[in-house]
T-cell receptor
């Protein structure tokens, strides 16, 4: 079954404690990205990756890092989380080329206290 | 700055009603417009529209794009309680190397029995 898998799905953490949200896709997609969803602001892109070792900033990259060492994985790293990073995070992937739809993971609810 | 505006922000109807959701956009390097349904989890894909005037249909849902006036509508006929969800409109553009989705804030549809 084609899917994008995120972990953890739910996490409460404390300010400053480094955490990683993993994302894995089994569709051999070239393109992966991270979004955060906040009330009243909708979904906003954090980082994206066009392929292995190719990453770049989206609209709201501050406070986040990513890496793409393997095609299937695209972890999101919060080096020093702050309360304003409390949000619902979605990982997404799609095949390269135009006209291909984006598949979303189930979402990760992150609370920073 | 890319912008996607959805209206109305929320809508309450009775089962059997027909609803029309609106999405207008201002983006550079437009590639396609997508509609998603979100029910307390990841957005699920409904339609991708790339050409003006061609209606896409799936059961009771249909959508059309007007690239001259920069808007799209999503119609749902004979609504059911299972249609209750947030409907997201997103526009895909290709600024530089990024294939990015810019989302509207969504329309919350509530269908009462």
């Amino acid at each position: 079954e084609a899917q994008v898998t995120q972990n953890p799905r739910y996490l409460i953490t404390v300010t400053g404690k480094k955490l990683t949200v993993t994302c894995s896709q089994n569709m051999n997609h070239e393109y992966m990205s991270w979004y955060r969803q906040d009330p009243g602001l909708g979904l906003r892109q954090i980082y994206y990756s066009m392929n292995v070792e190719v990453t770049d900033k989206g609209d709201v990259p501050e406070g986040y890092k990513v890496s793409r060492k393997e095609k299937r994985n695209f972890p999101l790293i919060l080096e020093s989380p702050s309360p304003n990073q409390t949000s619902l995070y979605f990982c997404a992937s799609r095949r390269g080329g135009s006209g291909n739809t984006i598949y979303f993971g189930e979402g990760s609810w992150l609370t920073v206290v | 700055e890319d912008k996607v505006v959805q209206s109305p922000l929320s809508l309450v109807v009775h089962e059997g009603d027909t609803v029309t959701l609106n999405c207008s956009y201002e983006v550079t390097n437009f590639r396609s417009l997508l509609w998603y349904k979100q029910e307390k989890k990841a957005p699920t894909f409904l339609f991708m529209l790339t050409s003006s005037g061609i209606e896409k249909k799936s059961g009771r849902l249909s959508s059309i794009l007007d690239k001259k006036e920069l808007f799209s509508i999503l119609n749902i006929t004979a609504t059911q309680t299972g249609d209750s969800a947030v409907y997201l409109c997103a526009v895909a553009n290709s600024g530089g190397s990024n294939y990015k989705l810019t989302f509207g804030k969504g329309t919350l549809l509530t269908v009462n029995p």
